[in-house]
C-alpha cells in the first residue's frame, strides 16, 4: 500500500468517524446545556459553591464568574508548582521557577498548554494529575459554558439573562468531558499508551550505555488533553513519544479526539436555536476551511519544497517515521485549526509553506473548527460580521437569527477581532526589537521571524505548539507569552459575554422580506470570504515576510 493511499484511507475513516458522532453527540451537548433537571452530585456541587442551580444571570455577573474563577485557578495552579518539590509523587523534581510557574499557570488555565520545560524532566505525578490535568477539563468547560452562552442570548426573548456560568462549568465536566475521556483512556490503553505511577527507571541500552525512562498517569492525561483541546504533553516530545502516541491507530484516534467536540457543536447551536440548517451552515465553513488546510500541508510536505527536501527526495526531518508524511500533516492540521497544540512533528521542520499554513490555521482565530467552545464562539462572532458586510452591502436589515446588530452589537465583535492580531502583532514587535530577545531564535532571516510570530501566534490563540527553533524559558519570553496568553484568552471572552448580555436583552424580531437568510449556501460562501479576508488582511503583511518570503527563496534556489 502507497503512502498516498494510506494517508487517504486515513482521512476518509476520519470522516466517517466524525460524521457518525456529529449528531448524536451534538443533541446530547444541546440536552445537557438545555435540561433543567440536576443531578445529585451537581447540586452537591452547588451547595459546597453556595450558588444557586437555578438562578439565571446577566453577562456581567457570568463575566465575571469566568474571570474570578479562572484567577483562583491560575493562584492554585502556581502555587502547586512552586511547592512540587516537598509534595507526595514529586519523584524528586525540583520546584519550578517563578516566572516558568507563572507561565504554566496561566497558560494551563487558559487552555493553551504552551509548555517552556520538558514534562518528565520539570514535573512530578501530583503535579501532572492535581495541576495540569484538572486544568485540562476546567480550561475546556470554561470554553463550553461561554459558547453556550452566546447562543443562549441569541435565542433569549429579552429576559437579558444568559445563563449560570456555575452550572454550565459543572454540567461540561461532569456530563461531557468526564464520561468522554473515561472512554477514550480505555481506548488509549488498548492502543499502548502507559499508565501507571512508575518513576525513573534505568535501563541498559543495546549499545551498553544507559537510559532513563519514566512512568506515570499518561493515558488519563492525554485523553483530555486531546478531548479538551489543551495539547500539553506529559513528556517533552508530546505526542511524538511512544507512551504518549505508540502507533498509527492510536495517533488516528488522538485527532479524532482532537476534533471531535469541535466538528459536533454546529449540531449543539443548530438544536439549541431551534433550526439546524443553521448549525449546517456553521459547519459547512469549518468544514471547507479545514480541508483547505490539509490539503495544503499534506502537499506541501509530500512534495518536498524546499533546496534539502528536494535533494533527499522528502520532507522528514522532524516527523516520526512510525507516522510519516500524512499522518503528521493531518495532525498538524488538527491541532493549529483547533486550540490544542499538541505535535507529533516538530512544526519547525516543516517545509515554509506547509510550517506557514500550519501558523495561518491559528491566525484564523482557530474557528476551523477551533477549540472546544472557542471555536463556535469566534465562528459566530464572525457570522454576525459577515451578516452586518452583506447588509451594508447589498441594503438588508443587519439581524442574525432575528436579533438586530447595531452600533453596540458590532462594536464588541469588532472589538473580539482585533484582540489576537493585537497582542501576536504587538508581543512579537517587542520581542524583535531587542538582540538580547533575538539571540533566542535558532534562525534568522525569513525563518527567524516565523519562528518568532509562530510563538506569538500560538499563545495569543490559546493554541500552545511550539516551532521548535525559539529558546523560549528566559524570563522575558515566560513573562511574555504568559501575557498574551492571559490577555489572548479572556480578553475576547469578555467581549462574546458582553455581545451575548447585549442580545439578549432584545425581543427576537419576524422575519421580514429584507432579512438576509443565514443557513443557505450564499451566506455560508459570504461567511467563508470573511473568514479568510479577515485574516489575509490582518496577517499577509508578517507572513509574506516570514513563510512566504522563505518559500519563494527555497523555490529560487
Known amino acids: 500500500m502507497t503512502d498516498t493511499t494510506a494517508g487517504l484511507l486515513q482521512i476518509g475513516l476520519l470522516i466517517v468517524l466524525l460524521a457518525a458522532v456529529h449528531v448524536p453527540l451534538g443533541d446530547f451537548m444541546a440536552r445537557t446545556f438545555t435540561s433543567t433537571r440536576h443531578l445529585r452530585v451537581e447540586r452537591g456541587f452547588y451547595r459546597i459553591l453556595r450558588v444557586d442551580g437555578d438562578a439565571d444571570t446577566r453577562w456581567p455577573t457570568y463575566a465575571l464568574s469566568v474571570l474570578a474563577f479562572s484567577t483562583v485557578s491560575i493562584l492554585f ?3 502547586l508548582l512552586r511547592v512540587q518539590n516537598v509534595l507526595p509523587l514529586s519523584l524528586g523534581r525540583p520546584r519550578m521557577e517563578a516566572t516558568q510557574a507563572w507561565n504554566t499557570a496561566v497558560s494551563f488555565v487558559g487552555n493553551t498548554n504552551w509548555q517552556s520545560y520538558s514534562g518528565e524532566a520539570a514535573l512530578g505525578h501530583l503535579a501532572q494529575m492535581a495541576g495540569l490535568t484538572v486544568q485540562n477539563f476546567l480550561s475546556a468547560a470554561v470554553g463550553l459554558a461561554v459558547a453556550v452562552a452566546l447562543v443562549r442570548g441569541l435565542v433569549s426573548r429579552g429576559s437579558g439573562t444568559i ?9 461540561g465536566t461532569l456530563r461531557i468531558l468526564l464520561p468522554l475521556s473515561i472512554v477514550g483512556a480505555v481506548v488509549l490503553l488498548l492502543t499502548g499508551v502507559v499508565q501507571n505511577f512508575a518513576g525513573d527507571t534505568t535501563y541498559t541500552t543495546l549499545a551498553g550505555g544507559s537510559q532513563t525512562i519514566v512512568g506515570g498517569p499518561i493515558a488519563s492525561q492525554e485523553v483530555i488533553k486531546e478531548l479538551g483541546t489543551n495539547g500539553g504533553g506529559f513528556f517533552n516530545a508530546n505526542s511524538a513519544h511512544p507512551f504518549e502516541n505508540p502507533n498509527a491507530f492510536s495517533n488516528l484516534f488522538e485527532v479524532f479526539l482532537i476534533l471531535v467536540i469541535p466538528f459536533s457543536l454546529p449540531r449543539t447551536f443548530g438544536t439549541m436555536v431551534g433550526d439546524r440548517k443553521q448549525g449546517l451552515a456553521v ?3 469549518m468544514g471547507a476551511v479545514f480541508g483547505v488546510s490539509l490539503a495544503v500541508t499534506t502537499w506541501a510536505e509530500t512534495h518536498a519544497l524546499g533546496t534539502v527536501p528536494q535533494a533527499v527526495g522528502a520532507a522528514l526531518e522532524g516527523k516520526e517515521s ?3 508524511e500524512w499522518a503528521s500533516a493531518l495532525f498538524a492540521t488538527a491541532t493549529t485549526s483547533t486550540s490544542t497544540g499538541a505535535v507529533n512533528s516538530f512544526h519547525d521542520s516543516y517545509t515554509a509553506l506547509g510550517g506557514g499554513m500550519v501558523m495561518l490555521n491559528m491566525m484564523m482565530g482557530e474557528v476551523t473548527p477551533g477549540g472546544v467552545g472557542s471555536g463556535l464562539y469566534g465562528m459566530l462572532v464572525l457570522a454576525i460580521i459577515t451578516v452586518f458586510v452583506a447588509g451594508l452591502m447589498v441594503g438588508r436589515t443587519p439581524e442574525y437569527l432575528g436579533k438586530g446588530i447595531r452600533q453596540r452589537e458590532i462594536t464588541y465583535a469588532a472589538l473580539y477581532i482585533l484582540v489576537t492580531p493585537g497582542v501576536l502583532l504587538v508581543g512579537a514587535a517587542i520581542a524583535l526589537s531587542s538582540p538580547d530577545t533575538r539571540s533566542a531564535l535558532l534562525n534568522s ?4 521571524l516565523t519562528e518568532m510570530l509562530y510563538a506569538f501566534a500560538s499563545a495569543a490563540n490559546n493554541n500552545g505548539s511550539a516551532f521548535a527553533g525559539l529558546s523560549a524559558n528566559t524570563p522575558f519570553y515566560n513573562i511574555a507569552l504568559g501575557l498574551a496568553i492571559y490577555l489572548g484568552r479572556f480578553l475576547p471572552m469578555l467581549f462574546v459575554l458582553a455581545l451575548a448580555g447585549a442580545f439578549a436583552v432584545q425581543k427576537p ?3 421580514t422580506a429584507g ?9 455560508a460562501g459570504m461567511h467563508l470570504a470573511v473568514v479568510v479576508v479577515v485574516t489575509a488582511l490582518t496577517f499577509f503583511p508578517a507572513l509574506a515576510l516570514g513563510p512566504i518570503a522563505e518559500a519563494l527563496t527555497g523555490v529560487q534556489s
Open 77 to 79: 495552579l502556581y502555587a
Open 163 to 171: 445563563g449560570n456560568f456555575w452550572v454550565d462549568l459543572t454540567r
Open 283 to 285: 459547519l459547512s465553513v
Open 322 to 324: 512510525r507516522f510519516g
Open 445 to 448: 532571516g525569513p525563518h527567524g
Open 509 to 511: 424580531a419576524a422575519a
Open 515 to 523: 432579512t438576509l437568510p443565514t443557513r443557505t449556501p450564499t451566506f
